[in-house]
């Protein structure tokens, strides 16, 4: 069974076929699909699609990119929403929370410190509840690893990574994974390629950011939780090792940093 940790599936691009797109990539192989929150609004959506689908859980959180709209209480709602969330079986970890530094409109300094306001009010809501985070770390890995450290949630994983082998390495130290997708189908990626290569088996899981991040074959078309186990056989033959080898161990790996998967997948 593969394990897609971070599935935008109620994204408007699936054009209203969430559940059938869940439903092609169980077919595949993916027997969990990880759908992480973006802001208050769509809270309710994730959580409803994960009780349809019988291959997705859900996460809550407020993504940097949604910072911009948001509110102190929209903060005080994410902790009673959490709290509330705990008695389902389909809730699995804070997300999608971080920081984003790529953006010009959200690298101004006012934006820059309510999006860093967010993101540790968020892990402390993660550390409260003993939950792992599921982390957005674009041009920002040092400065989320920072805050990770100060505010230790039970673990997370640094969604997309694409830093160095020492920032890798500071967030394998704090208990995170790193998650790889159709980036690392492309030649031309070459530092995404050599971290897949090279970092340890037991700090990876599979990723697709569907609809985003299309594998080559795909791209710039829409990407589908489906595509993990063709995603997978590339970086397995970067590893040179098997596909089932890197399929039980990503699902191991998902499985430790997220604990209540464990419950729905029954492995």
């Not at 920081?99 to 010009?104: G, K």
């Not at 967010?118 to 690893?145: C, N, Y």
Request: aromatic share 6%; with cysteine.
């Amino acid at each position: 069974m593969w394990i897609d940790t971070h599935c935008h599936l109620d994204a408007r691009e699936f054009g209203g076929d969430s559940l059938g797109v869940a439903a092609r990539a169980a077919e595949r192989g993916v027997g969990m699909i990880v759908i992480p929150a973006i802001d208050r609004n769509n809270w309710p959506a994730v959580r409803d699609l994960a009780a349809s689908a019988a291959n997705a859980s859900y996460a809550i959180g407020i993504h940097p990119i949604c910072v911009p709209r948001a509110t102190e209480d929209d903060l005080v709602a994410m902790r009673d929403a959490v709290r509330a969330a705990l008695d389902d079986p389909n809730f699995v970890a804070i997300g999608e929370v971080g920081l984003d530094f790529f953006l010009p409109e959200l690298c101004e300094p006012a934006m820059r410190d309510k999006q860093i306001l967010f993101f540790r009010e968020q892990l402390k809501i993660a550390r409260e509840f003993g939950l792992p985070v599921l982390t957005h770390v674009r041009k920002s890995q040092d400065q989320v690893l920072k805050h990770v450290r100060q505010i230790p949630p039970a673990g997370g994983i640094a969604h997309a990574f694409n830093g160095s082998f020492q920032q890798a390495q500071g967030y394998i130290d704090v208990g995170f994974k790193l998650g790889f997708g159709g980036n690392v189908t492309f030649t031309r990626a070459l530092q995404i390629r050599r971290l897949a290569e090279q970092l340890p088996l037991d700090s990876i899981v599979m990723e697709t950011d569907a609809p985003d991040i299309a594998p080559h074959w795909l791209h710039p078309g829409v990407n589908t939780p489906d595509q993990v186990p063709a995603i997978a056989d590339v970086l397995a033959q970067l590893r040179g090792i098997p596909l089932d080898e890197l399929q039980r161990a990503t699902t191991a790996n998902a499985h430790i940093v997220m604990p209540r998967l464990r419950a729905l997948t029954g492995t």
